[in-house]
């Protein structure tokens, strides 16, 4: 048990490696390339002016904030299939950043002279109005996972329609922006949105943490885990409402990123076991390394033009998901 | 047999009365809009053309936009049907399966290795071929578990597919810097802006499938009682299916060529025909037919007025009627 400990954590201290050698060579790579000892140099402050303004005021906001946003996506992720117990959930599926979305949609094009730090405020709103929908339309005597996901997929393409049409309601130079934006990308994030986010995420990613011994035990089913004493109602809305705030911020920032928080978990699973002590810190790791690698794609692939992350994580996403969904056949979609 | 007498030509009646209200609005939205003309003038740009811009408003942009609208309608109508019954899931449709938006896909990648000298001629086949494609693979996914697929499984495998042909054509658009109403016409779908040459050209095809879809229709009652019992009753069934997906590719293909991918049409509109007509196919096929021509040219003419001058494309408010029936439906299926 203990070796197994140690195993986990290795890998664990392995993918943050991992994360931190992405990041460095995102930082590197772009239009202009910089050699590692310049990003290094810059990044201690001693590099030369041109250097340090591409690194540090173009750049290292942009990797930031892919770091903060993976992250957040997947500990949601692996937050929400915890509490819903069914490995096909995550946010994006469900339509939980569909109506973050449409809030910050609406914010952005309504409101005249908007300050971005509500954002996170009002994306987190839309979240929670959108999982509160979805609980009370999926609620029928009891909730039916298979049902929950229907609804949610209907939600979305609501949220989607939404979206379009405020984007056509609003002013059109607004309206390239919010497309951008809607399919999901990090490009022109600046030091201001880094403000803004980091507080949601120091705090939340803490708290989430510190609820794996909460899911651990509800893993193993509703009766057992009110058998072994756990307030289980409590914790299952006190997780919903981490992974709604984490959401929030997510989608506040770098929009629709769909199938992180799908794909971050399983991942994280796949390497460290299905404990929560290590599957939520993992989850966070493995969702901020998709994020780099997508958003590195986007700007590399492409030069000189930046696709969306989004449109990456979609890509990988779907086909993983459809592989997920004939992977887990043989058990009833319900099943634990 | 008796009570199957008094019925026909009750159906009959309603078909009608279907098909003089479809008229009836078919003219109101001719005539209705930004700048409303009376019955006389319509009249006289038919009979007596004069060429002012009144005519050609009436002959070249409202007359064609009403003429797709209903064949669409029509034609994603009869594709939900048909998909309804060989999936045996009341969740089936074009566009919930990601047939539409693998045909814009298609379209939308021509588009981007051919530019402008792309024509309506060549973007059908394009258009065909890349429904084919995706509804091979819902179909092969659907019949990969021998059956035991459930039916939330198979609308989850459609709606990634959905979502990763929506975001691969988004970044081909966002690729391609075009314009905004262009990423809206191939992501949302729109019937304005389409000249009579567009709908002359994909007639042949649409009317082919319409043409297999009511020849069907009897075999298509025989195979609603299970492939176990079709078999017995002696139905081919192989060829049965390939004509229904014949019907369905070139149906839904044709649609998306002329109009983009618009959503919910074949997922409302089956249901409420099924309500009225019963489960006959022989009925519910021109049933389903009327309504959905009905409903593409009331959301047009509606989507009109909502947001004066500026025009909202139809296929936002198709999703967002169509969204509380998927979730009418998830909630009234017994859940598995």
Redesign the interface.
């Known amino acids: 048990m203990i070796s197994r400990r140690k195993a986990g954590g290795a890998i664990v201290g392995g993918a943050l490696a991992i994360v931190i050698a992405i990041a460095l060579i995102s930082l590197s790579l772009g239009t202009t390339k910089l050699s590692f000892m310049e990003v290094l140099a810059t990044l201690a402050g001693r590099g030369e002016v041109d250097s340090s303004m591409i690194v540090l005021q173009l750049r290292l906001p942009r990797i930031l904030a892919a770091i903060m946003v993976g992250a957040a996506l997947g500990v949601a992720g692996a937050l929400l299939q915890g509490v819903v117990r069914n490995p096909?959930a995550s946010p994006d599926?469900l339509g939980v950043t569909g109506g973050a979305s449409v809030c910050v949609v609406a914010f952005m094009t309504l409101v005249k002279g908007f300050s971005v730090h509500w954002i996170p405020f009002v994306a987190a709103a839309g979240a929670l109005a959108a999982a509160a929908l979805l609980y009370g339309?999926g609620w029928?005597k009891g909730i039916?996972p298979?049902?929950l996901?229907?609804?949610g997929?209907?939600?979305s393409?609501?949220a989607?329609?939404?979206t379009?049409?405020l984007l056509?309601?609003g002013p059109?130079y607004l309206?390239?922006q919010v497309?951008?934006w809607t399919?999901g990308s990090i490009y022109g994030t600046n030091w201001t949105y880094i403000k803004m986010l980091w507080p949601w995420i120091v705090i939340l990613l803490p708290c989430a943490m510190l609820l794996f011994r909460e899911l651990n035990v509800q893993s193993l089913g509703a009766p057992a885990a009110i058998g072994l004493g756990s307030s289980l109602q409590r914790s299952r809305l006190l997780a919903l409402l981490i992974c709604v705030a984490l959401c929030g911020a997510a989608v506040g920032v770098a929009g629709t990123l769909?199938?992180i928080g799908l794909m971050a978990p399983h991942l994280s699973r796949l390497l460290v076991g299905a404990s929560y002590r290590l599957v939520l810190p993992m989850s966070a790791l493995t969702g901020a390394a998709l994020l780099l690698l997508a958003d590195l794609g986007g700007r590399m692939l492409?030069m000189p033009?930046d696709?969306?992350a989004?449109?990456f994580t979609?890509?990988v996403g779907?086909?993983f998901?459809?592989f997920l969904?004939?992977k887990t056949?043989q058990r009833?979609?319900?099943a634990p | 047999m008796h009570s199957k007498r008094n019925r026909n030509p009750k159906l009959l009646a309603g078909l009608a009365t279907g098909v003089a209200v479809l008229l009836f609005v078919m003219l109101f939205s001719v005539l209705r809009g930004i700048q409303s003309f009376g019955v006389r003038e319509l009249w006289q740009a038919y009979a007596l053309f004069d060429g002012s811009n009144e005519h050609l408003l009436i002959s070249t942009v409202r007359m064609p936009r009403t003429l797709i609208a209903a064949a669409v309608g029509a034609s994603l109508a009869m594709a939900g049907v048909i998909m309804q019954v060989l999936t045996r899931n009341p969740?089936a449709s074009p566009s919930?399966f990601g047939i539409n938006a693998g045909a814009s896909l298609c379209v939308v990648a021509a588009l981007v290795l051919y530019g402008s000298s792309l024509t309506i001629g060549g973007m059908i086949p394009i258009a065909l071929a890349g429904a084919a494609v995706t509804a091979v693979i819902v179909f092969v996914?659907g019949s990969?578990?021998g059956g035991?697929?459930?039916?939330?499984?198979l609308?989850?495998?459609g709606?990634?597919?959905a979502?990763?042909s929506?975001?691969?054509t988004?970044?081909l658009i966002?690729?391609n810097?075009q314009a905004?109403e262009d990423?809206?016409f191939w992501?949302?779908g729109s019937v304005s802006g389409r000249k009579l040459e567009h709908l002359q050209q994909v007639l042949p095809y649409m009317s082919l499938g319409w043409l297999v879809a009511l020849g069907i229709g009897p075999s298509l009652n025989v195979m609603a009682l299970g492939d176990d019992n079709a078999k017995g009753l002696g139905m081919r069934l192989k060829l049965v299916q390939s004509l229904a997906a014949a019907a369905v590719i070139l149906l839904a293909g044709s649609s998306v060529a002329a109009a983009g991918p618009i959503?919910?049409v074949g997922l409302m509109v089956p249901h409420v025909c099924r309500a009225i007509a019963g489960e006959d196919h022989r009925w519910l096929l021109p049933y389903s037919a009327v309504a959905g021509a009905l409903l593409l040219v009331g959301a047009d003419l509606l989507s009109r007025f909502v947001?004066m001058p500026?025009e909202?494309?139809v296929?936002?408010a198709t999703?967002?009627l169509?969204?509380p029936f998927?979730?009418a439906i998830?909630?009234r299926?017994k859940?598995?």
């Open positions: 096909l599926v339309l029928k039916s298979s049902r996901v229907i609804i997929i209907g939600l393409a609501a989607g329609a939404l379009t049409f056509i309601s059109s309206a390239t497309l951008s399919t769909s199938f492409f033009l696709i969306p989004g449109v979609a890509g779907a086909p998901f459809i969904l004939f056949r009833s979609i319900s | 969740l919930v996914l990969l578990g035991k697929l459930d039916t939330a499984r609308t989850l495998a709606a990634s597919i979502a990763f929506a975001s691969l988004s970044g966002l690729l810097g905004l990423a809206l992501m949302i959503a919910f947001l500026r909202v494309p296929g936002i999703a967002l169509g969204v998927l979730i998830a909630r299926r859940h598995d």
